[in-house]
């Protein structure tokens, strides 16, 4: 089944170690992108990519890094978590055409401690 | 830049009154307009866009330009349309592919 699939779900991890959370669909989307959701619900476009080797910055600076070898493939890195990386990331990828909807994936809760 | 703003932060209202969610947009070209919903533990997923002119769940958005207004109706709330709802605005022109939010409204319907 065509789906978006982020992984881990939950994760609660020690300040000063590295962090990859997966992102992967199989929806066959160019376009993929990273949100970071605050407290308040607030969502923040922090990466995106609109195909293989190719990423750029969003609108929140973010200290994570991405990378798009594969289609289907787009994980996010945290080279060194601190307490203010702990939040709700979205992975999200988008359909062309005259649609432009994004689906999302199910989220992983990052808690640094 | 374009920006969506969404005045609302909590909106409570009683299951069968009518319920309006507002969306303010700044932007100079011409935009696509679109409504996202997020129920409790479930995924973020569109609601409905601009361009379909459509009615989903029974809520409908007109875009209205002269206002720069895009709000999100509903004549008869029902309980489970408790959820968070997003603004999101595409610029149509060039490549530009990304969707900017706004801050989400929480609708609560109360029995």
């Known amino acids: 089944e065509a789906d978006i699939y982020q992984t881990p779900r939950y994760l609660v991890i020690g300040t000063g170690k590295k962090i990859t959370l997966e992102c992967s669909q199989t929806?066959?989307?160019?376009?993929m992108y990273w949100y970071q959701q605050d407290p308040g619900m607030e969502l923040h476009l922090i990466h995106y990519s609109y195909g293989v080797n190719s990423t750029e910055k969003g609108d929140l600076s973010s200290e994570s890094t991405v990378s798009r070898i594969r289609t289907e493939h787009f994980p996010l890195t945290l080279e060194s978590a601190r307490p203010s990386h702990t939040s709700q990331y979205l992975c999200?990828?988008?359909?062309?055409?005259?649609?432009?909807?994004?689906?999302f994936g199910p989220g992983t809760r990052l808690t640094v401690t | 830049a374009q920006r969506v703003t969404q005045p609302e932060k909590l909106l409570s209202v009683f299951k069968g009154a009518p319920v309006e969610l507002k969306c303010n947009y700044s932007?100079?070209?011409?935009?696509?307009l679109f409504w996202y919903v997020q129920y409790s533990r479930q995924r973020l997923q569109l609601l409905l866009r601009h361009i379909s002119r459509e009615s989903i769940k029974g809520f409908t958005a007109d875009l209205n330009k002269g206002e720069t207004s895009f709000h999100l109706k509903k004549p008869f709330a029902q309980e489970e349309d408790s959820a968070m709802y997003y603004c999101?605005?595409?610029?149509?022109?060039?490549?530009?592919?990304?969707?900017?939010f706004g801050k989400g409204t929480l609708l609560t319907v109360n029995p």
């Open positions: 929806m066959g989307h160019d376009k």
């Open positions: 999200a990828s988008q359909t062309g055409g005259f649609s432009y909807e994004q689906y």
């Open positions: 999101a605005l595409r610029d149509s022109g060039g490549s530009n592919y990304k969707l900017t």
């Open positions: 932007y100079s070209g011409s935009p696509e």
